[in-house]
């Protein structure tokens, strides 16, 4: 009799589990206008991705690209928004592994040239792609929350090329977010210096393995994007972690 009894309340209790879970995310959907997809926001759920594939682990830019340039327009209020959406401060960004090691391949072959690459943006937490969306609801220059993007899940960046010698960009014809045709690699009525110098960037982020994307000159990703998890760690946490867990990973990779 008891154990019928417990069987029922167990039964009745994950009916009810579910029945909230639903619930829950039917709140969000009218709240939002879009359905949450799977967001890994704890660091611990992050390091048993990692464990499993090594290629997941999200690295400090610099620290294997240390000539690499940072312009991290999003934690100034010189972007689109006008606003800071990144924590006040906040001077180091991220990449899953795999993108790393390509992205420093690409430098090293502009090194060659006397130039070099400046980043605007690369790993971005989720929260800040549903505050994106929430001002601009078009999918053509920011993500839709419902889907994530590559900069949630760390294969994504916004760059462009310097010289090294000036530490000035290469003239692309637009800034970066820039909204209209004129930035799109489709678009052709520009200078042939500029052509050249958005042939340059598109054919040696190609050649190492990264996807230009059409509407914007400087967005390039990784492909297979759905291999990796949509990310919303903060800067902070993975500053004072990463370390520890690259450390660990490598360790088990290159063995006692």
């Known amino acids: 009799m008891y154990t019928n009894l417990i069987k029922r309340f167990y039964k009745r209790g994950t009916l009810l589990l579910i029945f909230s879970q639903i619930l ?125 993007s590559g900069h949630n899940r760390g294969i994504a960046v916004d760059l462009t090329i310097i010289n090294l010698k000036t530490g000035k960009e290469l003239d692309m014809g637009t800034g970066f977010d820039n909204f209209s045709d004129t930035a799109h690699h489709t678009f052709t009525k520009l200078p042939e210096e500029i052509l050249q110098n958005r042939i340059l960037l598109k054919s040696v982020m190609e050649k190492y393995g990264f996807k230009a994307y059409n509407e914007e000159w400087w967005h390039y990703s990784w492909p297979e994007s759905s291999m990796f998890e949509i990310l919303d760690l903060d800067f902070k946490k993975l500053k004072n972690n990463y370390k520890s867990i690259n450390s660990t990973i490598a360790s088990k990779l290159i063995g006692p």
């Open 24 to 148: 829950t995310l039917s709140n969000f959907s009218q709240q939002t206008g879009f359905t949450r997809p799977p967001v890994t926001d704890k660091y611990d759920d992050y390091k048993k991705q990692v464990k499993k594939d090594p290629e997941k682990r999200m690295i400090e830019l610099k620290t294997e690209i240390p000539s690499i340039v940072y312009d991290l327009r999003y934690a100034t209020t010189n972007n689109f928004m006008h606003r800071l959406m990144y924590p006040a401060g906040t001077s180091l960004t991220f990449m899953r592994s795999i993108a790393v090691n390509a992205l420093k391949n690409v430098q090293e072959e502009l090194q060659l040239k006397g130039l070099g690459l400046k980043i605007f943006d690369a790993y971005r937490p989720y929260y800040v792609t549903v505050k994106f969306w929430e001002l601009v609801k078009d999918d053509r220059y920011v993500a839709n929350p419902a889907k994530g």
